[in-house]
């Protein structure tokens, strides 16, 4: 693969520019701020990752009206200071033996009702809770879902990068034997293609072979590959801090009939899902359009999951490609479309790619490997 230079650094401008979204995203939704614990949002929000996530508190105050205060432990104020978005907030630490709440109690409007990131600790809630007993909180997911949702371009630029690399390992990892190795041997090979492929992390190397690809979330075993399994890939990781994600379906030698036929299905109802994509659609109708290939078919009580899932900062994300999901996609969502046969105790098949919608009204697929059924040795 040819080497590209890695992407431009975030600015404390980027980062300021999203912690100010997401204040009026808030103010939108009738909050009177936003409380980030470590994380992803934090990661997104200011560039800052704690090495390590410990009982201190760590918040990210984002109060509608006020600007963002950083509240840190003391001892981890100088990590704090040299995030990425450290200039655009205020740093306000504390020290051991001190109480953190009534620090950031002040920070708070007394009655005001917060989104608090899904990961925060329990034991900080109910501490901020005891200090301001008028103070609601609601789950940051269900607040404002569409926070990381919609990607610039320097953003696109990763997620690309990220899908290029996990393509070419795919390419790779054909050229392996896969009969007589176990599960394990070949999701090794996969996660050392990742990372020679510029991932600084992987998240999940499923290899479901035979029956166990009828496991959707099966993670790799020690079951020996065996000539005439159909084998379920799917791996990714974090590039250049943003997520690739991507399923193909090899053959140890050549398909039955019916097996091809599975795999046929499937690629069809990918199709179908990417074409369905463009600005405007709710995210339903990409999961209808895919599901209804399949169910057609004959097949739609095997196909048991949502046909997609958001992508970014983290593999898995808001919004899902699922029935009942009515927000429109917007150009620069990036989410996955991932139908799947799965045949208990037979075998399974699964495609996916990470698409985003355009500004032109399309489609653009992330993930660019061929769709047809591969086979391996």
């Known amino acids: 693969m040819p080497s590209t230079?890695?992407?431009?650094?975030?600015?404390?401008?980027?980062?300021?520019?999203?912690?100010?979204?997401?204040?009026?995203?808030?103010a939108d939704a009738g909050l009177a701020g936003v409380l980030v614990a470590p994380g992803p949002d934090l990661v997104y929000l200011t560039g800052y990752q704690p090495t390590a996530i410990t009982e201190r508190l760590t918040v990210l105050v984002l109060a509608v009206g006020q600007?963002?205060?950083?509240?840190?432990?003391?001892?981890?104020?100088?990590?704090?200071?040299?995030?990425?978005?450290?200039a655009a907030l205020t740093l306000r630490d504390w020290t051991d033996g001190k109480d953190p709440y009534e620090v950031t109690a002040?920070?708070?409007?007394?009655?005001?009702?917060f989104g608090v990131s899904d990961n925060a600790w329990a034991m900080h809630l109910l501490g901020l809770q005891k200090q301001l007993p008028g103070t609601s909180y609601v789950s940051l997911t269900d607040a404002l879902p569409m926070l990381r949702a919609v990607k610039d371009s320097h953003e696109l630029a990763r997620v690309a990068a990220a899908g290029?690399?996990?393509?070419?390992?795919?390419?790779?990892?054909?050229?392996?034997?896969?009969?007589?190795?176990?599960?394990?041997e070949v999701a090794a090979d996969l996660a050392g293609l990742l990372t020679r492929f510029g991932h600084s992390q992987v998240d999940f190397t499923v290899v479901g072979s035979g029956p166990n690809g009828a496991n959707p979330h099966h993670e790799a075993g020690e079951r020996v590959i065996e000539r005439g399994d159909m084998v379920v890939l799917d791996f990714g990781g974090l590039k250049h801090g943003y997520g690739s994600d991507t399923t193909r379906t090899v053959h140890v030698g050549e398909p039955t009939a019916e097996e091809q036929r599975v795999h046929d299905i499937v690629r069809e109802a990918q199709q179908a899902g990417f074409e369905a994509v463009r600005p405007g659609v709710a995210c339903q109708d990409v999961d209808r359009a895919a599901r209804k290939v399949i169910t057609d078919a004959g097949y739609g009580e095997y196909f048991i999951h949502r046909t997609g899932h958001g992508i970014g900062v983290t593999t898995h994300e808001?919004?899902?490609?699922?029935?009942?999901?009515?927000?429109?996609?917007?150009?620069?969502?990036?989410?996955?479309?991932?139908?799947?046969?799965?045949?208990?105790g037979r075998f399974g098949v699964r495609i996916e790619d990470i698409v985003t919608a355009t500004e032109d009204g399309s489609g653009l697929r992330f993930n660019n490997t061929p769709h047809e059924m591969a086979i391996v040795e």
């Not at 009515?326 to 990036?334: A, D, F, I, L």
């Open 106 to 113: 002040p920070l708070l409007d007394v009655d005001g009702r």
């Open 164 to 184: 290029a690399a996990a393509d070419e390992a795919y390419r790779e990892i054909l050229k392996v034997r896969f009969a007589g190795r176990r599960e394990t």
């Open 5 to 26: 230079p890695a992407p431009a650094p975030f600015t404390a401008d980027d980062y300021r520019a999203r912690m100010e979204r997401a204040v009026g995203s808030a």
């Open 67 to 86: 600007d963002p205060v950083l509240v840190v432990p003391t001892l981890e104020a100088p990590d704090a200071e040299k995030a990425a978005g450290a």
């Open 318 to 344: 808001p919004p899902y490609m699922i029935e009942g999901e009515e927000r429109p996609v917007v150009p620069g969502m990036c989410f996955s479309i991932e139908p799947g046969i799965y045949l208990p």
